[in-house]
C-alpha cells in the first residue's frame, strides 16, 4: 500500500508543485479506464481525457447501464478485456464502488478514487453516506415504481454541481440517466485497494460525499492523497488537477 500523503491542489502554483513531484518519466502503465459517477455519464470524462491522451495514455471510457452494480462491473470488465497490458482504474463519486471490486482484474496494477466512494467488503454507498451525511438526502430523490431514481433538479444544481456554472450544472440535471436505487445498497464482496496501490482525490467543498468520509476511506487504504478545492464534480470542474494526478498514478504504478 502507498503512504497516506496529503497534497492541496487550488490552480496554478499548487498543479506546478504536482508536476514538479518524482517519477515524471514515460509511464509503465500506459492505459487507462475512466469510470463515470451515478446518474451522469462517461461525457463527465471529457476534459480528462483530452489532457491524458495529450500525454500519450491509452484512455477508455467506461459507460455504465446502471441498472444494477453486476451489469455496471460486467460494463468495466469488458473495457478491461480489451486492454493491451496493464490497467490503472480510476473512479468518479459511485464509480469507486464499481472499480473497487473489478479492480481485482489482474492487469489493474493501481486505482484512482476521484470524489469517489472507496468502500471495504461488507460496506455500500448507503452504509458510508449514512456514516457521515450531507445535504445529499433520500428526500433530494424522485424514486421510481421500478427503483431506478433521479435526483431533483434544484437539488443536482446545488448540490452535485457545486462549483460547475449554473448552465453546465442545470444541463447534467436534465440529461439524468436514472440509476437503479439498489446499486447504492449494494454491499462489496471484496476491495480491490486493499492489495493495490491507491489514489484519493478528495474534494474539500463536496457537498454529496462529505469530505471527512472521503479522507476517511483514504486513511484505511493507505491511499495517496490529493486534496483539491472544489465540489464534487471534479473530473469537470478541475481536468488539469485531476488528469495530473492520473498520469502521476501511471507513472508510478508498476
Known amino acids: 500500500m502507498t503512504n497516506f500523503r496529503t497534497l492541496f491542489l487550488s490552480g496554478g502554483v499548487a ?17 487507462i479506464v475512466l469510470v463515470h459517477g451515478g ?3 462517461g461525457s463527465t470524462w471529457r476534459e480528462v481525457y483530452d489532457r ?17 452494480v453486476e451489469d455496471d462491473i460486467a460494463a468495466v470488465q469488458r473495457n478491461l478485456d480489451v486492454q493491451d497490458g496493464p490497467v490503472l482504474l480510476v473512479s468518479h463519486s459511485y464509480g469507486g464502488v464499481i472499480i473497487t471490486e473489478a479492480g481485482g482484474d489482474p492487469d489493474v496494477k493501481g486505482l484512482v478514487y476521484v470524489a469517489s466512494f472507496q468502500p471495504d467488503t461488507g460496506e455500500s454507498a ?3 453516506l449514512a456514516s457521515e451525511p450531507t445535504e445529499f438526502m433520500a428526500d433530494k430523490l424522485r424514486i421510481f415504481d421500478d427503483g431506478h431514481f433521479l435526483v431533483g433538479e434544484e437539488a443536482f444544481v446545488s448540490l452535485n454541481g457545486n462549483g ?6 442545470r444541463f447534467l440535471a436534465r440529461s ?24 484519493a482525490v478528495i474534494a474539500t467543498e463536496d457537498r454529496v ?18 486534496e483539491i478545492e472544489n465540489g464534487h464534480m471534479l473530473p469537470m470542474t478541475s481536468p488539469d488537477e485531476v488528469a495530473e494526478v492520473i498520469a502521476q498514478a501511471a507513472r508510478a504504478v508498476k
Open 209 to 226: 460525499i462529505a469530505t471527512g468520509l472521503q479522507r476517511r476511506m483514504a486513511r484505511r487504504a493507505g491511499s495517496t492523497v490529493v
Open 52 to 68: 491524458l491522451i495529450a500525454q500519450d495514455f491509452n484512455v477508455t471510457i467506461s459507460q455504465m447501464p446502471m441498472t444494477s
Open 176 to 199: 439524468q440517466p436514472m440509476t437503479n436505487s439498489a446499486n447504492l445498497a449494494h454491499e462489496v464482496d471484496a476491495a480491490a485497494w486493499s492489495g493495490k496501490p491507491s489514489w
Open 39 to 41: 446518474n451522469v455519464d
Open 164 to 169: 460547475l456554472s449554473e448552465e453546465s450544472a
Open 126 to 128: 448507503n452504509m458510508l
Open 15 to 31: 498543479l506546478g508543485t504536482m508536476m514538479a513531484l518524482p517519477g515524471v518519466a514515460a509511464a509503465d502503465v500506459q492505459n
